[in-house]
């Protein structure tokens, strides 16, 4: 951490929302496929391991070994924390219960037994598609989100888009129970030019922030956001 602020690790982002995210919140990282939702959010954990923090990274889709690969693919070397700062949990979002409640029932012990500063829970729209009824999802994402909250960590939450508005989370819904919000998107100036990418902060409570969209670049071992640029 840097004083009062938890940095993402990418600077450019991070000096848009005026050197990081706010301490015990939670951070919504929102995109289509391809935007590097993942990414982000492993730059999240990789930023608290480099400053000897404790990380959980939950995951609903990525098997834990393709995780580390991902990892080691951008030339980090994460054996030192294995098992130790970094703990990854597979969960299977098909079981919404058992996966709730393991995570009611085994994160407070792991935030508690490791101290953990930094957790990721990628990507809870899989949780979200499996309620037919929004009143139900609404009931249920709410508690979820209040679960989180009660372990006093700073949470980065990752949600695909709705595949008809590039602008909302698949079920419009996680945007309002986060703190802070991300949204990656694919920008197309025209049909005849090259496809980019850009992301907007578009909602950090208690912080004031740039709202400025900016574009961005997925590298081997970085994240660059272009904060000086304009996307048009």
Not at 54 to 66: C, F, G, N, V
Not at 135 to 157: G, K, N, P, W, Y
Request: glycine share 6%; with cysteine; charged share 25%.
């Amino acid at each position: 951490m840097n004083g009062d602020r938890v940095k993402i690790g990418i600077e450019g982002l991070d000096q848009m929302m005026g050197g990081g995210l706010i301490p015990g919140t939670i951070c919504a990282i929102i995109g289509t496929y391809g935007t590097g939702k993942t990414t982000f959010a492993l730059q999240f954990i990789w930023e608290g391991l480099k400053n000897g923090e404790k990380t959980i990274y939950i995951s609903l889709e990525e098997a834990e070994d393709r995780l580390y690969l991902y990892m080691k693919q951008k030339n980090w070397d994460i054996t030192p924390y294995k098992d130790s700062a970094l703990t990854v949990i597979k969960l299977d979002p098909s079981d919404f219960n058992l996966a709730i409640n393991r995570i009611k029932n085994e994160l407070p012990t792991l935030v508690r037994e490791l101290g953990a500063t930094r957790v990721v829970i990628d990507p809870v729209s899989l949780f979200e598609d499996l309620f037919e009824r929004a009143s139900d999802r609404r009931r249920e994402m709410f508690r979820f989100v209040e679960a989180l909250r009660e372990q006093h960590c700073t949470i980065v939450i990752t949600s695909e888009t709705d595949k008809d508005n590039p602008f909302s989370s698949r079920h419009n819904l996680i945007e309002y129970l986060a703190d802070t919000v991300i949204l990656l998107r694919y920008v197309r100036p025209s049909d005849l030019t090259d496809v980019h990418l850009a992301l907007e902060v578009v909602k950090m409570r208690l912080s004031a922030h740039s709202r400025e969209i900016k574009p961005y670049e997925i590298q081997q071992d970085q994240v660059l956001v272009y904060t000086e640029a304009n996307v048009f």
